[in-house]
């Protein structure tokens, strides 16, 4: 069992990580540590739940409930969660390729059945857990330890897909700016319904393109003028990548009724069942007759 000093951050666990030195997962980490703290939460009311890779590990190293999922597979793991008991809250943490790669179709239907929970990707842009091959947002022409010659597919641009969507909250922030992030969190943890962070993680080891250095160069702040409920704006905003600049922040917000609000206005009147010929019940009675 773990002793937890109240009078200091809860979550904060303060062992020993396989992340490497210098990691931005570490930022990650101090940032949800934060956020769930002045939220006021307690790691009894906080379920994490992760798939697999690097950014996956995040829930053992952390005061909270912990679920470690299938490669891809957290987010219907955390609808099983919420279904189970909607009154925790529900943080989903993983890497880009492990959501939009192996877990690519539950993250697009998620967007669709709007899950209250909020989603935060580590996207370093390669699969850092098995040594850096590229992922899903690894830019094209980038090399890789396995694309020698290059990436030969186009990037996908996870947060213009999430605004294509209809997803109700997509955000992107930067990992060098925890401030930035814990704000971005916190936001995201006071929306109702599925919100998407698109964290921007340098990996250290083995993207040597998008550094610290390279993001700071680019990134800049969403203006406050910006009209969040404007769709194509905020498309407009998430195309925007790369040497033209990386806007971070909250590109794009909609309130509707979540997954399990729309469960519960569905009218199920009772329908009496009548055993028919066709039933295999039935057969059975008369072979036995």
Not at 83 to 107: C, P, Q, R, V
Not at 260 to 279: A, C, M, Q, S
Request: charged content about 20%; proline content about 5%.
């Amino acid at each position: 069992m773990i002793n937890i000093n109240m009078s200091e951050n809860p979550f904060v666990r303060n062992t020993k990580t396989s992340w490497c030195p210098g990691c931005g997962n570490f930022s990650i980490l101090d940032s949800i540590n934060d956020a769930l703290f002045a939220e006021g939460l307690t790691p009894q009311n906080v379920l994490m739940v992760s798939g697999i890779g690097q950014a996956a590990k995040l829930p053992h190293y952390i005061n909270a409930h912990g679920l470690n999922t299938l490669h891809g597979r957290a987010i219907p793991a955390a609808m099983g969660a919420q279904a189970a008991n909607n009154d925790i809250k529900i943080i989903l943490t993983s890497g880009d390729g492990d959501t939009y790669g192996e877990g690519g179709n539950h993250f697009l239907h998620n967007v669709r059945r709007n899950l209250d929970i909020v989603h935060i990707v580590h996207d370093n842009q390669v699969y850092g857990l098995t040594k850096g091959q590229g992922s899903p947002t690894t830019a094209l022409g980038q090399k890789t330890r396995l694309q020698f010659d290059g990436m030969r597919h186009d990037a996908l641009n996870p947060v213009a897909l999430a605004i294509s969507l209809g997803c109700g909250f997509v955000a992107r922030s930067f990992s060098g700016d925890p401030v930035h992030l814990k704000q971005m969190i916190r936001a995201a943890m006071n929306h109702k319904g599925y919100a998407l962070i698109d964290v921007m993680q340098p990996c250290i080891s083995f993207n040597h393109v998008n550094t610290f250095k390279w993001y700071k160069e680019r990134a800049f702040y969403i203006p406050e003028t910006h009209d969040v409920t404007d769709r194509v704006k905020a498309f407009e905003l998430a195309l925007q990548f790369g040497d033209e600049g990386i806007p971070m922040g909250i590109l794009y917000k909609e309130e509707k009724p979540t997954f399990l609000e729309r469960i519960k206005h569905i009218d199920r009147p009772l329908v009496k069942y009548e055993r028919k010929p066709t039933d295999i019940d039935w057969l059975l009675d008369q072979l036995v007759e």
